[in-house]
C-alpha cells in the first residue's frame, strides 16, 4: 500500500491533456514511473549508501547528477513524444526558469522521500534506546537487592534461636521488604510512603544486629501522594549501615523533605577513618540511574567531613 497509494495518486494528479485521448492514459503511466524514479532511487539507493553513511557530499553530488539526468531525458524524448500530441500543441523551447522550476520541484520530492527513511530510521533508534535503558534501568535495579538480602537473612539467624519473638519480628519485616522488592517496585514508580516504609523495615533489621545503632527519620512536607523511582534512596542507607561507625556512636539520621514539586534528601552517618563511604557498586548503580532517569534534574552532593558523612539529593518529582 505504501507504494500503490502513491502512485495511484500521481496518476490522477498528473494532468496530460496536450496528448491524443487514445495516448493520455499512457502518458500518464511514463509520467508517475518517470516522477517516482528520483524517489526510489533517492530512498532506496542514495540515502543508505551515502547519506545515513554521513557522505553528505557525494550524496549532494549525486542527487545533482540524478535531477540532471532526470532533465536530460525529459529534453531528449520530447521530439518522440510529439506526434502523439493534439493538433495545434507543442513542446515550447526550454529556458533558464523552466529549468529551474523542474530542479525545485524535483529538489522537494527528493527531499520528501529523503525525510521517509530518516523518520524510520528514528523511530527504530529511539525503539532500540529506550529498549536498551529500560534493560539498564531494570539490571541496575536488581544489583542492588541481593546484598541486602544477604544482611536480612545475616540477621534472621542470629535471632531464630535467640529469640523467637523477635525472630518473628523479623520473618514480617522480611516478608513485607520482599513483597515490596517482588511486586510493588516492579510496577514502575511507587509512593514515596511505601518506599520509606521499605527503608524503615530495613533499618530495623538492622537495629538487631547493631544494638547501638541509632536510626531517626525525618520526613516534612506532604508525601501521601508523592511518586517516585523506586531503590533510589536505598543504596545511600545501605551505604550508611555498611559503613557506620560501631566502635563509636554509630547513628543514622534521615530527612526526606518535598517542596514545590521537589524531593530534597538528606542521610548523615559517622564513618570509621579508615572507611572510604564513596565507594562500592551500589553507589556507582545509583548514580547511574539517576543520570538515566533524572538527567537534567536531579543534584547529588556527597561529602566525608570530620567523620561524618552526608548525602544530600534531590531531584524533580
Same mark, same amino acid.
Given at each position: 500500500?505504501q507504494?500503490?497509494?502513491?502512485?495511484? @495518486?500521481?496518476?490522477?494528479?498528473?494532468?496530460m +491533456?496536450? &496528448?491524443?485521448?487514445?495516448?493520455?492514459?499512457?502518458?500518464?503511466?511514463?509520467?508517475?514511473?518517470?516522477?517516482?524514479?528520483a524517489?526510489?532511487? +533517492?530512498?532506496?539507493?542514495?540515502?543508505?549508501?551515502?547519506?545515513?553513511? &554521513?557522505?553528505?557530499?557525494?550524496?549532494?553530488?549525486?542527487?545533482?547528477?540524478?535531477?540532471?539526468?532526470?532533465?536530460?531525458? $525529459? @529534453?531528449?524524448?520530447?521530439?518522440?513524444?510529439?506526434?502523439?500530441?493534439?493538433?495545434?500543441k507543442?513542446?515550447?523551447?526550454?529556458?533558464?526558469?523552466?529549468?529551474?522550476?523542474f530542479?525545485?520541484?524535483?529538489?522537494?520530492?527528493v527531499?520528501?522521500? $529523503?525525510?521517509?527513511?530518516?523518520?524510520?530510521?528514528?523511530?527504530?533508534?529511539s525503539?532500540?534506546?529506550?529498549?536498551?535503558?529500560? $534493560?539498564?534501568?531494570? #539490571?541496575? %535495579?536488581?544489583?542492588?537487592?541481593? !546484598?541486602?538480602?544477604?544482611? *536480612?537473612?545475616?540477621?534472621?539467624? =542470629?535471632?531464630?534461636?535467640?529469640?523467637?519473638?523477635?525472630? /518473628?519480628?523479623?520473618?514480617?519485616?522480611? /516478608?513485607?521488604l520482599?513483597r515490596y522488592?517482588?511486586?510493588? /517496585?516492579?510496577?514502575g %514508580?511507587?509512593?514515596?510512603?511505601?518506599?520509606?516504609?521499605?527503608?524503615?523495615d530495613?533499618?530495623?533489621?538492622?537495629?538487631?544486629?547493631?544494638?547501638a545503632?541509632?536510626?531517626?527519620?525525618?520526613v516534612?512536607?506532604?508525601?501521601?501522594? @508523592?511518586?517516585?523511582?523506586?531503590?533510589?534512596?536505598?543504596?545511600?542507607?545501605?551505604?550508611?549501615?555498611? !559503613? #557506620?561507625?560501631?566502635?563509636? +556512636?554509630?547513628?543514622?539520621?534521615l530527612?526526606?523533605?518535598?517542596?514545590?514539586g521537589?524531593?530534597?534528601?538528606?542521610?548523615?552517618?559517622?564513618? /570509621?577513618?579508615s $572507611? @572510604?563511604a564513596?565507594?562500592?557498586?551500589?553507589l556507582?548503580?545509583?548514580?547511574?540511574?539517576?543520570?538515566?532517569?533524572?538527567?537534567?534534574?536531579? *543534584?547529588?552532593?556527597?561529602?566525608?567531613?570530620?567523620?561524618?558523612? =552526608?548525602?544530600?539529593? *534531590?531531584?524533580?518529582?
Open positions: 500500500m507504494h500503490l497509494i502513491p502512485a495511484v @495518486v500521481l496518476y490522477v494528479i498528473v494532468g +491533456n496536450d &496528448f491524443q485521448l487514445q495516448w493520455q492514459p499512457l502518458m500518464k503511466i511514463l509520467a508517475t514511473l518517470f516522477i517516482l524514479t524517489a526510489y532511487v +533517492n530512498q532506496y539507493l542514495l540515502v543508505p549508501r551515502l547519506l545515513l553513511r &554521513f557522505r553528505y557530499y557525494a550524496y549532494a553530488v549525486f542527487v545533482l547528477a540524478l535531477i540532471s539526468l532526470l532533465f536530460g531525458v $525529459t @529534453v531528449w524524448t520530447e521530439p518522440l513524444l510529439a506526434p502523439m500530441l493534439k493538433a495545434g507543442a513542446f515550447a523551447p526550454y529556458q533558464v526558469k523552466d529549468m529551474v522550476v530542479f525545485v520541484m524535483m529538489l522537494s520530492l527531499a520528501a522521500s $529523503t525525510a521517509i527513511p530518516l523518520f524510520l530510521q528514528w523511530v527504530q533508534a525503539y532500540h534506546r529506550t529498549a536498551s535503558l529500560q $534493560t539498564e534501568l531494570e #539490571n541496575l %535495579k536488581k544489583q542492588l537487592s541481593p !546484598h541486602f538480602l544477604f544482611n *536480612t537473612l545475616n540477621n534472621l539467624d =542470629t535471632l531464630i534461636y535467640a529469640d523467637q519473638h523477635r525472630a /518473628s519480628a523479623v520473618v514480617h519485616s522480611l /516478608s513485607r520482599l522488592q517482588l511486586y510493588l /517496585s516492579g510496577s %514508580k511507587v509512593y514515596l510512603r511505601q518506599e520509606l516504609d521499605f527503608i524503615a530495613f533499618l530495623y533489621l538492622e537495629q538487631l544486629r547493631h544494638d545503632l541509632e536510626v531517626r527519620i525525618t516534612d512536607g506532604g508525601v501521601q501522594d @508523592v511518586l517516585l523511582h523506586p531503590f533510589l534512596l536505598m543504596p545511600f542507607v545501605e551505604n550508611a549501615v555498611k !559503613h #557506620n561507625d560501631y566502635n563509636g +556512636n554509630a547513628y543514622i539520621h530527612h526526606i523533605f518535598v517542596d514545590a521537589s524531593l530534597h534528601f538528606t542521610c548523615v552517618n559517622p564513618v /570509621s577513618r $572507611t @572510604v564513596d565507594g562500592g557498586a551500589g556507582k548503580n545509583v548514580r547511574r540511574r539517576l543520570s538515566l532517569l533524572y538527567p537534567d534534574d536531579h *543534584t547529588l552532593l556527597t561529602e566525608n567531613n570530620g567523620g561524618v558523612y =552526608t548525602v544530600a539529593l *534531590t531531584f524533580n518529582l
